[in-house]
Nanobody, 124 residues
Framework: VQLQACGGGLVQAGGSLRLSCAASGRTFSRYVMGWFRQAPGLEREFVAAINWSGDTTVDADSVKGRFTISRDNAKNTMYLQMISLKPEDTAVYYC??????????????????WGQGTLVTVSS
């Protein structure tokens, strides 16, 4: 599957953004999907994951209550709604697809396909 992330940009602290991840192919619903982010000089970190049907999600503690992951299998698209953004949320955000039979998938090594990343910059 090929993934294309978009929706990043520059936003002030306290603002909102919605990221999208469009997937090619007809097997989107077979993948656990996740969002990761990587800030300059830091390791890639888990943000959120969603199961195959979209009825179960897991969030990192750092974004809990502020970020919401969702998916629309009919549109082969996953989303990350981000509110109350903070400067420390600044990073390149990556979407990823996992063929694992286990949920949640919190680690990058569990994911098989990655999008190209979209930059989110939060100014203070």
């Amino acid at each position: 599957v090929q993934l294309q992330a978009c929706g990043g940009g520059l936003v002030q602290a306290g603002g909102s953004l919605r990221l999208s991840c469009a997937a090619s192919g007809r097997t989107f619903s077979r993948y656990v999907m996740g969002w990761f982010r990587q800030a300059p000089g830091l390791e890639r970190e888990f943000v959120a994951a969603i199961n195959w049907s979209g009825d179960t999600t897991v969030d990192a503690d750092s974004v809990k209550g502020r970020f919401t992951i969702s998916r629309d299998n009919a549109k082969n698209t996953m989303y990350l709604q981000m509110i109350s953004l903070k400067p420390e949320d600044t990073a390149v955000y990556y979407c990823a697809a996992s063929r694992t039979g286990v949920f949640p998938a919190r680690y990058a090594y569990e994911y098989d396909f990655w999008g190209q990343g979209t930059l989110v910059t939060v100014s203070s």
